[in-house]
């Protein structure tokens, strides 16, 4: 019998968590979404796929990635016992002859680890891989939802520490940015079609890794008083700028460094020469 506070139904309240919790509205259907939402999540799937895929196979290759002036950003800087005798970037032989793996794997953990726990990527994983949830007023599939709370997804939090090692490989991929302006015998004064390639790439990079809310968060957080930080206040502003581009600068900046490895190893295995400006 009906209260006058509540409308009577006929239908039994469903029971379950979440968006099927009996609290909720009664809606048989998933979502009342009428466009293609899934393009978005599958697309990003899709991309974030085709580069683990291609990284993968790049960094466990161990070969192609040195061609003269250039070195593949994959690989540098290169720390193994085993790598290909470079004079285009760093090459310290911190790992001795016991390490028989790829040198690519010592140090791709550290951008790779920046990216794999920087905030967009996460959404962006979140959405594309686990579904959590798949879109907007999309509601998704469990039943529970405990965050970043719980091992493993706590260990995100160490996204801040990996932004200072992310720093440091920027800065060596800037080296070797300046070092692609020798020619093969290591004269300075040449250009090439891949000096352009790791210019364009070097410079995504940066805009990327000072783009992160981390990032922002150094140059402006906890002051109370913008007024008594001129400097601060308005680096805080030129990064909130960059901030509010992050997502077209993570998947940019993951392009870039990825068609920088290409022309490396395409140069690398004969496939064409290097054009050459001056």
Not at 51 to 69: E, G, K, M
Not at 74 to 82: G, H, K, Q, T
Not at 89 to 113: D, M, R, T, Y
């Amino acid at each position: 019998m009906a209260t006058g506070t509540e409308p009577p139904t006929t239908e039994p309240r469903r029971r379950g968590g979440g968006v099927t919790a009996g609290t909720r509205a009664a809606i048989d259907a998933p979502h009342l979404r009428t466009d293609r939402w899934w393009l978005a999540p599958a697309a990003t799937a899709a991309g974030l796929l085709a580069f683990v895929v291609y990284s993968t196979w790049r960094a466990l290759s161990n070969a192609d990635y040195y061609a003269a002036p250039y070195v593949s950003p994959f690989y540098s800087p290169c720390l193994a016992e085993n790598c290909v005798p470079m004079r285009a970037g760093p090459n310290w032989e911190l790992f001795g002859s016991w390490w028989v793996v790829s040198p690519a794997v010592i140090i791709l953990i550290f951008p790779l680890g920046f990216r794999l726990t920087c905030y967009y990527y996460r959404k962006a994983y979140y959405r594309g891989f686990w579904a959590s949830p798949p879109a907007c007023a999309v509601a998704e599939p469990h039943r529970t939802y405990t965050g970043e709370t719980r091992f493993p997804l706590i260990l995100q939090n160490v996204h801040r520490y990996f932004f200072y090692a992310a720093i440091v490989v920027a800065g060596i991929l800037t080296y070797d940015t300046v070092l692609a302006f020798r020619d093969e015998h290591y004269d300075w004064g040449h250009m090439g079609l891949g000096t352009l390639v790791f210019l364009v790439n070097i410079v995504l990079i940066w805009a990327y890794t000072i783009s992160c809310h981390s990032c922002r968060h150094i140059v402006g957080g906890k002051l109370k008083h913008f007024s008594r930080h001129p400097v601060r206040y308005r680096m805080w502003q030129w990064v909130g700028r960059l901030n509010a581009r992050h997502m077209q600068l993570a998947w940019a900046s993951l392009l870039s460094v990825a068609l920088a490895d290409l022309y490396v190893y395409l140069v690398a295995t004969g496939a064409f020469d290097d054009p050459r400006f001056f």
